[in-house]
């Protein structure tokens, strides 16, 4: 199996705070794989790593075959990056984007890059400075597919995009992947379309990882219940086998990789009363704010 990205015990610290905690990743050739946490996880410093713009305080990470804080012209140009705050040409028009970055890449295709921008339906001469933010977005994205990196980093690809466009971004990343066999690494906070199209992730949780492997198997493990609280259910806390603990005015729901004969025992251990015992199905982003907490 070859990997495309390859990190162990990456740790960083920004002075006293700490903002990523031995994290490792595999990320193998094909597919789309998730970096997923809340906002300050660590996933952006994460990617800011792979990239070379930051040394980890410990750890080591190679990607595409080099170190991350060493990578060469030609395997940087094999490498589409989408990044927080990014800075493009807002003076130039989509024509002018499309053919200033084109001489920069041997496989430039700009049919792609025409494919998804007059999805937007508006002229090729506009500026991107007379777009709204989500067309701005929009481009950028077309801009970094037309490139047919053979590595795609998309770090909160879902910045200034309204709902419509990360639908449509979507869908078409989902077919770019499958007809061109581009390896993508995406970071995000709103789950709400990934369950489309994420195969394998790792969740991050204060740095930390809360999960790794693939989707399907977190769907397959990962459970919610719920029972009548009581003053013993309020001293249950979230632990290893916990992954979140919530009570409201009548009732505790806890989340984790747990059945139902394991929580029954464990209950019955604190004795914490739990005859009224159900689960609650879960879709995806119901089972990521399980894992990573609401607040």
């Known amino acids: 199996m070859e990997l495309l990205i390859e990190c162990a015990g990456l740790c960083h610290s920004y002075g006293e705070k700490t903002v990523l905690k031995d994290l490792s990743l595999q990320v193998p050739a094909g597919g789309i794989f998730g970096l997923l946490g809340k906002n300050g996880a660590g996933k952006s410093t994460a990617i800011n790593i792979l990239m070379g713009f930051l040394r980890p305080t410990a750890g080591s990470c190679r990607v595409l075959g080099e170190d991350s804080h060493a990578l060469s012209p030609s395997t940087r140009q094999r490498i589409g990056l989408l990044q927080e705050g990014f800075v493009q040409y807002d003076f130039m028009s989509i024509d002018e984007l499309e053919r200033f970055y084109a001489p920069f890449y041997p496989k430039w295709d700009r049919a792609v890059f025409y494919d998804l921008v007059d999805r937007l339906r508006v002229p090729r001469s506009r500026t991107l400075s007379r777009m709204s933010c989500g067309q701005r977005s929009q481009v950028v994205l077309g801009l970094i597919m037309a490139q047919q990196p053979e590595l795609m980093i998309l770090d909160d690809y879902s910045m200034g995009l309204d709902v419509g466009y990360r639908r449509l971004f979507i869908d078409f990343l989902r077919e770019y992947v499958d007809q061109r066999g581009t390896t993508v690494l995406l970071t995000s906070h709103v789950v709400q379309e990934l369950d489309k ?24 493990e990962f459970s919610s219940f719920r029972f009548r609280r009581s003053e013993r259910s309020l001293a249950l806390q979230a632990d290893a086998l916990l992954s979140s603990v919530e009570h409201t005015h009548s009732s505790t729901r806890v989340y984790g990789f747990l059945d139902e004969a394991a929580l029954r025992d464990r209950l019955a251990k604190l004795e914490i009363p739990c005859e009224d015992l159900e689960g609650i199905p879960l879709d995806f982003e119901d089972a990521f704010i399980g894992m990573t907490g609401k607040y």
């Open 197 to 220: 199209i994420v195969d394998s992730m790792i969740v991050l949780r204060e740095g930390e990882v809360g999960y790794s492997g693939s989707k399907a198997a977190f769907m397959a």
